[in-house]
């Protein structure tokens, strides 16, 4: 009777919760995408209207600076980044070379700079986003500039790239095509934003006060005032902890964030001594790769990948041009808080799990920190670096990706496997109402 009564406040807690956690219309990130026409209006069309011709020009590319641009695109990706063999295998009905061949001749069929545009764009929309990769549009653009305004040791690269006289007129130039459309939509709608802000983070004690609870939706960096406020809420939730048996953490929902958020409010306040463990990531040594390589490696880091111990799960389709491997190493250690819980840790795990969320996943398992619970993550959350620029020559805009192939102890790719939670939930069973089984079929 106690545990259907415990598995049935689960549930209740599952409903209060899905207005916190629910998403919004398809994003980039989503790996699906069919056509062009799935994009949305945030990616400009063509088509059989007539493009205005002030933007055809508005870059102020020839029209072979443009096929060059992309085939340095296509190039630079075919030796540059590992995720391709993963994002082919997942998606055989649509490979990237049949996208690269589709917008190559999209470009070809045009003179213009907004086709052109809209055909890189598209083409790495389509690809989806495994390992990181991204087109950098406008505003995106600005937001690394400023983030990369400070000179950081070891990123220097990336300041370079950004600060570039082309990619800064490139995207002067950018900016004014998408402003042209904004233009034109002026008159579209007022938009659904409410400006509500919404919580990141969510407490409560389950009924019976044995059994914590704490939701977490991204992880923020230290000085934005989501992680200060983040910082303060968790900390007084914590300090209502003793005599708890069991802490639940939920990160279902969580893409990806800064992974200093988990490893100093999610893991230090519980452990009394440091914790770590130790993956490998793979890189390709390519031209494009090499001058980030020398920013944050020093030669006696990179070791050959003809060096790589045996792992019986290593997939080496799509991953040939890996010259070198890297150690990867997840940690957290005690800090001068320390919250009053001496019970067992759970992690609630999904698909949505990627990136510094994954990285959270993997240190948990691997360190026997928390005990994960749902079902497979999404991935991508071994060899943290900040993802690398592609720098189109004539036009200076940007592709970022992940420089890192993470592989999991069993070889496995990060990307592609994820992390497999230590108790799967069956079929449509939540996560939360999986570990609370667990709970107390361990009493």
């Known amino acids: 009777m106690k545990q259907r009564k415990l598995i049935a406040a689960g549930m209740i807690l599952l409903c209060a919760l899905t207005g ?19 994009i949305g209006t945030d990616v400009p069309q063509t088509g059989d209207e007539k493009t205005d011709s002030r933007r055809d020009h508005i870059l102020g590319l020839t029209q072979d600076e443009r096929l060059e641009d992309y085939d340095y695109l296509v190039k630079t990706l075919e030796d ?62 600005e937001m690394y500039a400023e983030l990369y305004k400070e000179d950081y040791e070891g990123r220097e690269r990336w300041k370079e790239v950004l600060d570039s006289s082309v990619t800064q007129e490139g995207y002067k130039k950018a900016a004014e095509l998408l402003k042209s459309y904004e233009e034109e939509d002026a008159d579209g709608g007022s938009g659904s934003d ?9 407490t409560l004690l389950l009924p ?12 923020p960096i230290e000085g934005e005032e989501t992680y200060k406020k983040d910082k303060k809420l968790l900390y007084s939730f914590y300090d209502t902890l003793e005599g708890c048996s069991d802490l639940i953490i939920d990160i279902t929902d969580n893409g990806g964030g800064n992974e200093g958020y988990w490893q100093e409010l ?7 001594k440091p914790l770590s463990c130790v993956n490998y990531a793979l890189i390709a040594d390519s031209e494009n790769n090499r001058p980030y390589i020398e920013n944050v490696y020093g030669d006696d880091e990179l070791i050959p990948v003809s060096e790589l ?24 250690e005690p800090q001068k808080y320390h919250a009053p819980f ?37 991935g991508d959350g071994i060899g ?9 020559p004539h036009s200076g805009l940007l592709v970022q990706f992940t420089m890192m192939f993470g592989l999991n102890a069993d070889g496995s790719s990060s990307e592609e496997a994820g992390t497999v939670p230590d108790i799967l939930s069956s079929g449509t069973e939540p996560p939360l109402v999986t570990a609370l089984r667990a709970i107390r079929s361990a009493e």
């Open 20 to 38: 916190c956690s629910a998403k919004g219309a398809a994003q980039p990130e989503d790996r699906d995408i069919d056509s062009v026409s799935d």
């Open 80 to 141: 540059s980044y590992l995720c391709m063999g993963v994002r082919d295998r997942e998606n055989p009905d649509d490979l990237s070379t049949d996208i690269f061949k589709e917008y190559r001749e999209m470009i070809e069929d045009s003179d213009s700079d907004d086709t052109f545009y809209t055909a890189v764009n598209s083409a790495i929309y389509r690809l989806g986003q495994y390992g990181h990769l991204y087109f950098i549009e406008p505003d995106t653009y």
């Open 384 to 392: 943290a670096l900040d993802p690398i620029f592609i720098q189109l």
């Open 194 to 202: 409410t400006g509500k802000e919404t919580e990141n983070i969510h």
């Open 309 to 332: 111990p045996e792992l019986p799960n290593l997939n080496r389709d799509g991953i040939e041009k890996a010259a070198y491997y890297v150690e990867s190493v997840l940690e957290a």
């Open 266 to 272: 999610l893991v230090s306040p519980f452990i009394d």
């Open 342 to 378: 001496h019970g067992r840790i759970w992690l609630l795990v999904g698909p949505d799990v990627y990136s510094a969320s994954e990285s959270f996943s993997v240190f948990c398992k691997e360190t026997g920190f928390a005990a994960l619970a749902g079902k497979s993550t999404g």
């Open 208 to 219: 019976g006060g044995e059994i914590a609870y704490v939701k977490v939706d991204y992880f």
